[in-house]
């Protein structure tokens, strides 16, 4: 299994705070990206990340930032947590080479809810 | 806008005989695809994938399957095992950022 932690698996919040899910790899892995869960929406790319400080928006990216400055940790912050960012987020790594079709390869996951 | 579908949210066969998992997607650039499995409480963990030059992949019990004038992709477990059971997503990448795009996940039970 690829080395891939995520902190914390659990969290609950109450609306309007601020919130930083932590995603840390050992794989030295040059992707990371972050994923939300829903029922009916499959997994929707966040942000994601092609090295350090180097990072881009994906599908569902408002409300959320995210930040690199190492290759192991990738954050992704919820600047002021709303119900609708209740999820089940999950984080991946891939290392994109020459061929560009790379495997990602995902952590645990972290259940938040937003009250 | 779901550029990969997964029309059929669950499905159910018996242990022994074939699953046929099914997948549409609209955007005829995507290059590679790929199945995932997940269990419940655990992250998807990748099961085989397929790139757009090919229209058949086979790795021991699962078979994927790609008709690129369908837009469309299978997966094959023969035979199926109660392990089995999980939801799988399939995924279409544009290549270009490495970007990927899931569908909704269909579970399959397999009954013993």
């Known amino acids: 299994d690829a080395g891939i932690t995520q902190s914390p698996r659990h969290k609950v919040t109450e609306t309007g705070t601020p919130v930083t899910l932590r995603c840390h790899q050992t794989?030295?892995?040059?992707?990371m990206y972050w994923y939300r869960q829903d029922p009916g929406h499959g997994l929707r790319l966040i942000h994601y990340s092609y090295g350090v400080k180097d990072t881009d928006k994906g599908e569902v990216s408002d409300g959320y930032s995210v930040s690199r400055s190492k290759t192991e940790d990738f954050l992704l912050t919820l600047e002021s947590a709303t119900s609708s960012q209740t999820s089940v987020y999950f984080c991946a790594i891939s290392e994109a080479g020459e061929r560009r079709q790379e495997t990602q390869y995902f952590g645990p996951g972290t259940r938040l809810l937003v009250l | 806008d779901q550029q990969v579908k997964q029309n059929s949210p669950s499905l159910s066969v018996q242990e022994g005989r074939i699953s046929i998992l099914n997948c549409d997607y609209t955007n005829s650039m995507f290059d590679y695809f790929l199945w995932y499995k997940k269990y419940p409480a655990e992250g998807p963990t990748f099961l085989i994938s397929?790139?757009?030059?090919?229209d058949k992949n086979e790795d021991g019990r699962f078979t994927v399957f790609l008709n690129k004038s369908a837009k469309h992709l299978s997966l094959h477990i023969v035979p199926s095992q109660p392990g089995d059971s999980a939801v799988y997503f399939c995924a279409a990448s544009l290549g270009t950022g490495n970007q990927f795009y899931f569908g909704t996940g269909t579970s399959l039970t397999v009954i013993p």
């Open positions: 794989e030295n892995h040059r992707y």
């Open positions: 397929i790139s757009s030059i090919k």
